[in-house]
Nanobody, 127 residues
C-alpha cells in the first residue's frame, strides 16, 4: 500500500504559478503510475496529468497542455505538478493518485484506474 499527501496549493492571481507536491509513504513510489486529478464541487473528477513509473512517459489533459508539467523523483518518493499561467478555471481541489498497473495514457486518464488517493490540496486562482 501507499499513502499520499498533497501540498503546495493556495491562492494565486491569474497568470501566476504554483508547484504542487505529492509525498508518498509506504511502498516504494517507483511501483506506481502516478497522476493528478482535480475536482470542483458538483462536478466529476477531471484528469490533469499522468506519469509512468520511471518518468519516461507522461501525458497531460488538453485543457492544461503547454501550461502544466508533471514530474517525479522516485528517490524522494514525490510527484510534482508545475502549474504556470494559471487561469480562474483551474480553481479546484487537486488530488494525487497511484496505480500499480502498467502505464497507458488512454486508461490512466480515467479515475477508475487508481487504487490510492490523497486528500487533495485547494488551488484558487483569482481573476
Amino acid at each position: 500500500q501507499v499513502q499520499l499527501v498533497e501540498s503546495g496549493g493556495g491562492l494565486v492571481q491569474a497568470g501566476g504559478s504554483l508547484r504542487l507536491s505529492c509525498a508518498a509513504s509506504g511502498r516504494t513510489i517507483s511501483s506506481y503510475v502516478m497522476a493528478w486529478f482535480r475536482q470542483v464541487p458538483g462536478k466529476e473528477r477531471e484528469f490533469v496529468a499522468v506519469i509512468s513509473k520511471t518518468g519516461a512517459f507522461r501525458s497531460v489533459a488538453d485543457s492544461v497542455k503547454g501550461r502544466f508539467t508533471i514530474s517525479r523523483d522516485n528517490a524522494q518518493k514525490t510527484v510534482y505538478l508545475q502549474m504556470n499561467t494559471l487561469k480562474p478555471e483551474d480553481t479546484a481541489v487537486y488530488l494525487c493518485a497511484a496505480d500499480g498497473g502498467s502505464y497507458s495514457s488512454t486508461y490512466h486518464s480515467s479515475s477508475q484506474r487508481y487504487d490510492y488517493w490523497g486528500q487533495g490540496t485547494q488551488v484558487t486562482v483569482s481573476s
